[in-house]
């Protein structure tokens, strides 16, 4: 949402429940759609004019990945982040060469390897980025390193927004 707000781009934001889509509007979406209460498809169509979406992050999957083909403009873009969803999707390539939209994976620990320098050079853009207070990562929660696990499970059942840190606990036991 940040990023996409700091390029200058109209940002539509998909959230599962009204607490999650709560923190999407505080973030700075324009148009802010709760899967549960919603039809994203509709929602998205009204909110482009019927146009679609030009650049749609998916980093769930499943049926996010389907809603994102129905939803994408001409000569649009689908960047596959992951599949949060646990669910790969199969796309319809023959939907993409009809919309002619380009479907795009993005796995982004490979550039550590592939091209670090890369790596670098978005890290000092993000950096400065967050120095301007252009962007401001959003850590919703910072546990010790004993509540790890249940950390985890709570990002893996999809009641989490933003980052849950994990943190060594300290000899006494507090949190650094």
Do not use: M
Not at 11 to 24: E, L, N, T
Not at 47 to 58: C, E, K, L, N, Q
Not at 118 to 146: F, M, N, W, Y
């Amino acid at each position: 949402v940040q990023l996409g707000k700091a390029a200058g781009a109209t940002v539509i934001g998909v959230a599962g429940g009204a607490d999650k889509a709560a923190v999407a509007r505080d973030l700075g979406c324009d148009v802010v759609v709760d899967r549960r209460e919603q039809d994203v498809v509709a929602a998205v169509k009204e909110a482009t004019r019927g146009r679609g979406a030009d650049v749609i992050f998916d980093p769930v999957g499943g049926d996010a990945y389907t809603q994102s083909a129905k939803t994408v403009a001409f000569e649009g873009r689908i960047v596959i982040v992951g599949f949060a969803s646990g669910t790969i999707p199969s796309p319809g390539l023959n939907h993409a060469l009809i919309k002619n939209y380009a479907i795009l994976g993005l796995h982004w620990g490979l550039y550590n390897t592939r091209n670090p320098k890369l790596v670098q050079h978005c890290h000092e853009q993000l950096t400065d980025l967050a120095a301007r207070g252009a962007i401001k990562p959003l850590v919703s929660e910072r546990v010790p390193l004993a509540g790890a696990a249940d950390a985890v499970q709570r990002v893996a059942d999809g009641v989490t927004t933003g980052r849950v840190t994990v943190l060594p606990s300290l000899e006494n036991g507090a949190a650094a």
